[in-house]
């Protein structure tokens, strides 16, 4: 009861959205699909006290920890999709689970251009991964939300969900349109671990292929599962490590001196429990 009044303003939040309802926009052969979860993430911001003031420090902090609850929820809807179409799933799991290596490159490519630009620990939070739900909670357990990597996955994460549901919806369907792959690929390809973009290139593969739409949202979704799932346990013994090598090569690189490693205030409170114990 004592954070009712972060409850009412969410609430608020999400029946606006919901009201709003998917805008299609048609850009050529491709189609822009924005969703409600766009909305109340922009509304959210404007609440926060640096703008209207309408929510304190305190509450965004309790939000900001109430996040992972509110996913499981999300995963679990995305999950009743699976069923029906197991058998087509099962016979595409290699497909699926090899599609992981595919986030590699993030830090082939972010990683670089991150540090010439002149980002620090910042990097490796933002190009460790696509810095999804999962991620983001894998950096705050690590490095703590508040430390310069929690800053880096946190602005990732932000300008995914407000720019990357416009591009993966318009790239599926330039995707479907030009390139020769099926259908059920492009639902594969689009559960990168992020229920926001798989729905809007889900979405725009829908209209594409109607006959196909519920096979598709159960591609996609079980691909986003995979991705949520294995897709972790990929950053932990793959990406975060290679993350802390390619940074510490590039950062020589450029700066011709060792970066400063992470430091020990910005770690979680399950972190330190850990270190005293």
Not at 11 to 28: F, H, Q
Not at 146 to 157: H, L, Q
Not at 243 to 258: A, M, P, Q
Request: hydrophobic share 50%; glycine share 10%.
């Amino acid at each position: 009861m004592k954070n009712l009044r972060l409850h009412i303003t969410v609430l608020i939040l999400v029946v606006i959205a919901e009201r709003i309802g998917n805008i299609a926009i048609t850009v050529g052969v491709g189609k822009i699909v924005l969703l409600p979860m766009m909305y109340a993430l922009l509304m959210g911001i404007l609440t926060a006290p640096r703008f209207t003031k309408i929510s304190t420090d305190k509450e965004v902090k309790v939000a900001s920890s109430l996040l992972g609850v509110t996913l499981m929820l999300l995963m679990a809807k995305y999950g009743t999709l699976v069923g029906p179409s197991l058998p087509k799933i099962l016979a595409a799991s290699p497909a699926l689970i090899l599609q992981e290596f595919g986030n590699l490159g993030t830090i082939l490519l972010g990683i670089p251009v991150a540090v010439f630009i002149g980002l620090k620990r910042e990097t490796i939070g933002a190009a460790h991964s696509i810095a999804r739900e999962p991620n983001v909670a894998l950096i705050g357990e690590r490095y703590g939300l508040d430390s310069a990597e929690g800053r880096g996955v946190m602005g990732v994460y932000i300008c995914g969900t407000v720019i990357g549901t416009i591009f993966f919806g318009l790239m599926a369907s330039l995707a479907a349109a030009y390139l020769p792959f099926h259908p059920y690929a492009l639902a594969m390809a689009a559960g990168v671990g992020s229920a926001s973009m798989m729905t809007a290139a889900v979405g725009s593969l829908s209209a594409m292929y109607p006959q196909m739409a519920d096979q598709l949202a159960a591609f996609g979704a079980a691909s986003n599962m995979l991705s949520g799932l294995d897709g972790l346990y990929m950053s932990i013994w793959l990406a975060l490590p290679f993350s802390e090598w390619l940074y510490r090569k590039i950062y020589r690189l450029k700066y011709g001196t060792d970066p400063e490693p992470a430091k020990k205030e910005g770690t979680s409170a399950l972190a330190e429990g850990r270190e005293t114990k």
